[in-house]
């Protein structure tokens, strides 16, 4: 029964899942039109060091998560969001809570690599064949100015590198074979 006594609709369930993929679809939507979309200029600029850690840091690390999350993107960089600030905020494996990197540098790249497709916020529709290190150490700080070093494989060094290529205004299509990148622009040409 559903609340009042009135009986509820038969695949009552089945409509809140619609409802709610409907919510998820249109959250992802709004967040995507507030991410910067190549060939916007300022993904191809280099961030600046962040030198204040203040409240106004603290709320841009809170929105770029919601967005990230809305847009169910595993990372963004503050210059996917018009911001020319070196951090990036990304969900790593086997965190509940996002992490944020300010002034984020790889200071230690494994000698193997693995070549896996990628994707990006800033380049809807669009997969393409990187080669990353399979591991690195970054280091940087919290959004409170502590200094932190994370040790990652995989995934999650793969998300790190391509956070930080964004804020040394580099793209994937740069870090891609040329048929590729050929395929991918021609992709993105079409939804301009």
Request: aromatic share 2%; with cysteine.
């Amino acid at each position: 029964m559903a609340e009042g006594g009135v009986p509820a609709p038969e695949g009552g369930d089945e409509v809140d899942e619609r409802e709610l993929q409907a919510e998820e679809h249109a959250a992802r939507r709004i967040a995507l039109a507030q991410i910067r979309q190549y060939p916007d200029k300022v993904l191809k600029m280099r961030a600046r060091e962040v030198e204040s850690f203040d409240d106004d840091l603290t709320r841009l690390a809170e929105k770029m998560s919601r967005l990230m999350h809305d847009a169910r993107g595993v990372g963004l960089a503050a210059t996917q969001v018009g911001v020319l600030q070196r951090l990036f905020v990304c969900h790593l494996a086997g965190d509940d809570e996002v992490t944020t990197i300010v002034n984020p540098e790889i200071t230690k790249r494994s000698r193997s690599t693995e070549v896996a497709d990628e994707g990006c916020l800033s380049l809807q529709g669009v997969l393409v064949p990187v080669e990353r290190a399979s591991g690195v150490t970054i280091e940087g700080q919290d959004v409170t100015g502590t200094a932190l070093m994370l040790e990652l494989e995989e995934m999650d060094a793969r998300v790190v590198q391509h956070e930080l290529d964004h804020l040394d205004g580099v793209l994937m299509l740069e870090r891609t074979d040329d048929a590729s990148r050929k395929d991918a622009l021609g992709t993105l040409r079409r939804s301009i």
